[in-house]
């Protein structure tokens, strides 16, 4: 760690001398290899996401395409933590960046018209990449537990990037770059590549090799310790990860209140509720980049609380319980997320159809 500024211990050759040992030691190896394998791992979420009005067109919920893209991750997180034990990672790796490649070559390979059979063809494509993203998040998540802190600071800066690179990549390729989106997402569908390389090449692989692999320390924990609640009884799926649920829902005029509502809990929720519900019917922001600071103060608050959540995980669960728990926990945002996916189907055609009886019909041109 580098020293405090203005503290006895600070100068610029102490700090020169910590940043050149950084980048001499193997820490900077596994910092750059979590960050690329928090980025790959969720930037074709992302993607998808970013693309749900371009694959299922305006007629269907863009929840379908949500909840495809969350129920497989939900499932594998659920289950794969009680036997995934017996796959080493380096196979696990291999499997994850092969499947999403083809689930994500399939939605790109699939015609780009919206009738029935092309969607189906479509969803089956982000299920399997959802599948190897789940799969992914858990596995990756675990593997932290070897590395330490730092590697899971990394692993969760780059989820938190792959959500503006993402974004920002599938914007800039359909508009300035004039790329089609089917042309967008076959790009997109080589990108598991730079996973291979990040585990394969970057990460050293010496923290790995040396553990011991024996059933003791990677068994999961026996049913009087199954749970992995943190040591002050709260459970890993915290307040604040509920309160996000509906950012992740696509109907973004539900976040004008997430972090008042995580800030003052003794608030009943109910009327966090009905104030958003209540906003969500009238044009009550002038202006769009109001919605921009306060998504962004949301996304502030979700990644503090997802990289302490882990993070309290490393510090407080046994050795021997760790790598079960860091993968087992990862099952919560996607148990909030599906929730989200389910009630934003519903909410985003009762508020499309009631703005259009009161005459705000711009959700019908999208």
């Known amino acids: 760690m580098l020293p405090l500024p203005g503290a006895p211990s600070s100068s610029w050759a102490m700090y020169r001398a910590r940043i050149r040992a950084v980048l001499n030691s193997g820490d900077l190896r596994v910092v750059i290899a979590f ?9 074709l979420y992302v993607i998808i996401l970013s693309a749900a009005l371009d694959l299922v067109g305006p007629d269907v919920p863009k929840g379908v395409v949500l909840l ?23 196979i696990r790796v291999v499997f994850f960046a092969t499947v999403s490649t083809l689930g994500m070559l399939l939605v790109g390979l699939t015609p780009s018209h919206t009738d029935g059979s092309t969607i189906s063809a479509k969803m089956v494509g982000v299920v399997l990449a959802s599948l190897t993203s789940g799969g992914g998040e858990l596995s990756f998540l675990s593997l932290t537990h070897f590395y330490g802190h730092n590697s899971l600071a990394s692993w969760s800066s780059g989820t938190g990037g792959a959500g503006l ?29 730079i996973m291979l390389i990040s ?38 799926f915290s ?32 009327q966090e509720f009905k104030k958003n519900f209540s906003r969500s ?12 600071i306060i998504v ?16 309290e995980i490393l510090d407080t669960i046994p050795q021997r319980d760790r790598e079960f728990s860091l993968g087992a926990t990862s099952v919560s945002d996607s148990a909030g997320i599906c929730i989200a996916g389910f009630l934003g189907m519903a909410l985003e055609v009762f508020l499309c159809n009631y703005q259009v009886k009161h005459g705000k019909d711009f959700c019908t041109k999208l």
């Open 35 to 43: 960050w690329l394998l928090g980025l790959i791992n969720n930037v």
């Open 68 to 90: 495809a893209d969350v129920v497989p991750s939900l499932i594998i997180k659920a289950c794969a933590p009680y036997f995934i034990h017996a796959v080493p990672y380096g």
């Open 165 to 193: 690179i993402g974004a920002g990549a599938y914007a800039l390729a359909t508009t300035v770059m004039g790329l089609s989106v089917q042309n967008s997402l076959l790009a997109s569908a080589f990108l598991p590549i």
């Open 199 to 236: 585990f394969f090449v970057i990460l050293p692989r010496d923290p790995l090799r040396n553990a011991r692999h024996d059933s003791e320390g990677r068994r999961p924990p026996p049913d009087e310790e199954e749970s992995t609640d943190s040591e002050d009884g709260q459970p890993p």
């Open 239 to 270: 307040t604040a990860e509920r309160a996000g649920l509906l950012d992740h829902s696509g109907t973004n005029e539900f976040t004008g209140d997430a972090h008042v509502f995580e800030a003052k809990k003794s608030q009943p929720w109910w």
């Open 281 to 292: 019917q009238h044009l009550f922001f002038p202006f769009v980049y109001i919605i921009f």
């Open 296 to 311: 962004f103060c949301e996304g502030l608050l979700g990644g503090a609380v997802y990289v302490n959540t882990y993070a």
